[in-house]
């Protein structure tokens, strides 16, 4: 049982760039979740998504888009990469976001905008 | 403003030295307290969830509470392998509008052997 897997764990792109952070979970969880995670900061939710087909704005959105084509996956797309984006990005699954449900969290994709 | 703040920012324990975490927080209607263990270049881990005041769990060295403004994380005893960053998260809301998830920035454990 692989729980949550992140690809790739690093990447390195040049300002105005794109590239798509991939995100899959094999535990049937319908709520997926995109955070970023920055120095001295709280994670803050990108995007989410409550089952396939369905998603939803987080706290900061911008810059930022997703989709949910199958129960398992949950990409995150960067278009026009800027610095502001340098950040650790965690994708994590959860059963139907009532109040016991925690959320499982991937290992993270460490990404920088030269 | 609703807000999770946790300290302190960094905590440095000798081996066998018992402390106590804190994520005081100020939101309307909490649904639910959580505490996440997270290692370096690791996503969080899942340790508790606490749901009313005078609530308490454990497990190994870790012991968590919850007031109604804030939660503690006692560690008895620690040893290296605690060493790591802990997180809160609060889920809070009323139940006409949702619940929101909103996270502490966390507080770095260093056990020293």
């Known amino acids: 049982n692989a729980g949550v897997t992140q690809t790739p764990k690093f990447r390195i792109l040049k300002i105005g760039q794109s590239m798509t952070l991939q995100c899959t979970q094999d535990?049937?969880?319908?709520?997926m979740y995109w955070y970023r995670q920055d120095p001295g900061m709280g994670l803050k939710l990108i995007y989410y998504?409550?089952?396939?087909?369905?998603?939803d704005k987080g706290e900061v959105p911008n810059g930022y888009n997703v989709s949910r084509s199958t129960t398992e996956d949950f990409p995150l797309r960067l278009e026009l990469a800027a610095p502001s984006q340098t950040s650790v990005y965690f994708c994590?699954?959860?059963?139907?976001?009532?109040?016991?449900?925690?959320?499982?969290f991937g290992n993270g994709t460490r990404l920088t905008v030269t | 403003e609703d807000q999770v703040t946790q300290s302190p920012e960094a905590l440095r324990l000798q081996e066998g030295e018992s402390s106590s975490l804190n994520c005081s927080y100020t939101?309307?209607?909490?649904?639910?307290l959580f505490w996440y263990r997270q290692d370096p270049g690791k996503g969080p881990e899942f340790l508790f969830t606490?749901?009313?005041a005078g609530e308490e769990k454990e497990k190994e060295r870790l012991k968590a509470t919850l007031t109604k403004k804030e939660s503690f994380l006692h560690i008895t005893a620690p040893k290296p392998e605690d060493s790591a960053t802990y997180l809160c998260?609060?889920?809070?809301?009323?139940?006409?509008?949702?619940?929101?998830?909103?996270f502490g920035e966390g507080t770095q454990l260093t056990v020293n052997p």
């Open positions: 994590a699954s959860s059963y139907p976001w009532d109040d016991s449900s925690p959320l499982h």
């Open positions: 535990m049937n969880h319908n709520y």
């Open positions: 998504s409550v089952g396939a087909g369905i998603t």
């Open positions: 939101v309307s209607g909490l649904r639910g």
């Open positions: 606490l749901y009313s």
């Open positions: 998260a609060v889920r809070w809301g009323e139940e006409t509008s949702g619940s929101r998830l909103t």
